[in-house]
């Protein structure tokens, strides 16, 4: 008599339909992302080892590398006799170019703010030195300024203010205040419309209360304006130090860094050092001292935004 066969045992779990979505829910953030970040090792994060590789190494005129040679590059450069002068000719330019565009792009963005007929040319005509490109602006300053043929001077003689035409650049020192000078013109757009984005954000009904309460315009300034318009002014200083730190087409348009150095920047001494001597190991030297100098101004950045996060929580 055959045995009986034992029915077989029917399994009671489902599978669930929607584990492969909530799977693909998870994923499809860095999915997106993924492109961006293979963008930026390629073109961020191998240039950056590149250059430290070169600031370690001795470096041929043919940009080979011969070996480690135990921080010589950052030796040299720093024992030069130009490098403390155009350490400090960088940190002048970066801080009065970022000071006084933030000042005076804050003024004209609250002047813009406000209704009046035209306000729509007016803008057109503030962004307008923000889009031409720096070659441009820096040349057309220097034709401004020149002494024999320069529209400053020819302006001046036509109002009688003068009765020659005057040298407006007698000293390294005064080239380098004009260069300075176009660097402000040129900051100011960006500054204006980062600040009016956030002037316009901020809902009318706070100065209505204001003026109820009999505050001053000076107190509505600094009391509301300034408060609201914070994370805007923030974040146009930050990227207005970097660009301008590592801003080049002005300076090299108008001197070249010349003479003997006395107008240069990092971004133009190193370029001089790696294409006009072919001291390509110093050059990186002197580039991986200025990643480190920008490195510390956005640590403090983050700091203070993840700080002011914290608080806010």
């Known amino acids: 008599m055959s045995k009986a066969t034992a029915p077989k045992a ?21 999915i997106w992302i993924a492109p961006s970040v293979i963008l930026m090792a390629i073109f961020i994060l191998i240039p950056i080892i590149s250059v430290f590789r070169m600031a370690l190494n001795n470096v041929s005129k043919t940009g080979q590398l ?17 490098f403390a002068m155009v350490l400090k000719n960088t940190l002048v330019w970066t801080i009065a ?38 070659v441009i602006q820096a040349s057309a300053w220097g034709f401004i300024i020149n002494k024999d043929y320069g529209t400053l001077n020819t302006l001046l003689m036509k109002l009688r203010i003068i009765s020659e035409p005057v040298n407006w650049t007698p000293t390294p020192e005064a080239y ?12 100011i757009p960006f500054v204006t419309f980062c600040v009016l984005s956030g ?20 107190q509505k300034l600094f009391k509301i304006t300034l408060p609201l318009v914070k994370s805007s002014l923030t974040v146009s200083t930050v990227l207005n130090i970097i660009y301008v730190f590592n801003s080049f087409p002005i300076i090299w348009t108008m001197t070249k ?4 150095n006395r107008t240069d920047t990092l971004v133009t001494y190193l370029y001089k050092l790696a294409f006009y001597n072919g001291r390509q190991g110093e050059a990186a030297a002197v580039s991986v001292i200025g990643f480190l100098i920008l490195l510390i101004c956005a640590s403090v950045y983050m700091i203070y935004t993840l700080r002011k996060g914290d608080g806010d929580l």
Do not use: H
């Open 199 to 218: 002037l316009q954000s901020i809902d009318g009904s706070y100065y209505e209360a204001a003026t109820v309460d009999g505050a001053t315009y000076w």
């Open 257 to 260: 860094g010349d003479p003997a």
């Open 66 to 82: 011969r070996g480690f040679n135990n921080f010589a590059n950052f030796t040299k450069i720093i024992k030069a006799p130009a």
């Open 10 to 30: 029917v399994s009671t779990t489902k599978k669930d339909p929607y584990s492969g979505k909530r799977v693909l829910r998870k994923v499809e953030p860095y």
């Open 97 to 134: 170019v970022v000071v006084l565009s933030t000042v005076l792009g804050f003024m004209l963005a609250l002047v813009l703010n406000n209704k009046f007929r035209g306000r729509k040319i007016a803008r057109a005509i503030v962004v307008f030195p923000w889009a031409t490109t720096l």
């Open 176 to 187: 380098f205040g004009w260069e300075i000078a176009c660097g402000i013109f040129v900051t």
